[in-house]
């Protein structure tokens, strides 16, 4: 016989789980209290690097259920959700949602919304990626510089090039500099450039 959990999760302390742990019972689960997990933590957090949800899996067993109210509980993103739960149905774990009906995520339906979260998922990571690349475009159209900030400025480039045409070791200018011998070489590289 499958044991049957659930997951409560807030954003911050002002809130509270109490809420969540009422629509569970009110929707027919009799979670035990050591099988109710509750946590504060943001969205944000993925849930692999949740203490409570780390708990929770501890106890988990293949054949088990978990139940959320909502799935952004288990995520702040599509991406994310969809990879918990396809990270607990690979660990034989059934979740349950009750905003989407209480549909078993695992099952021919609940593996239908997944297919359509992961659309979502996609189109939010491609979306991302085109803003990303817009915005880099207009920084590039504007002139401002891209990419990490120059360890040295540009007299001390010129004082790299003085200095390694004088003979100088890269090691021994790096030392005299305070800076590393690859910043050196890099110096020297777009020298040549």
Sequence with gaps: MS?????????????TTANQLQEIAQAGFAIQPSRAITETVSGSVPTSERPGFSRLLDKMEAG???????LDRLGRN???VRATVEALSGLGIRVHCLALGGVDLTSPAGKMTMGVIAAVAE??????????????????????????????????VQEVAQRLAAGEA?????????????TIMRARDSLGA
């Design 64 to 70: 088990d259920v978990l139940v959320v109210t909502k």
């Design 78 to 80: 599509a991406m994310d």
């Design 123 to 156: 189109f939010e990571r491609d979306l991302l990626v085109e803003r990303t690349q817009a915005g880099l475009a207009r920084a590039k159209a504007e002139g401002k510089a891209l990419g990490r900030p120059s360890a040295l400025s540009a007299a001390q």
């Design 170 to 182: 890269i090691a021994a200018i790096a030392r005299a500099m305070g800076t590393s011998r690859q």
């Design 3 to 15: 044991r049957v959990f659930a997951y409560c999760r807030v954003s911050t302390s002002e809130q």
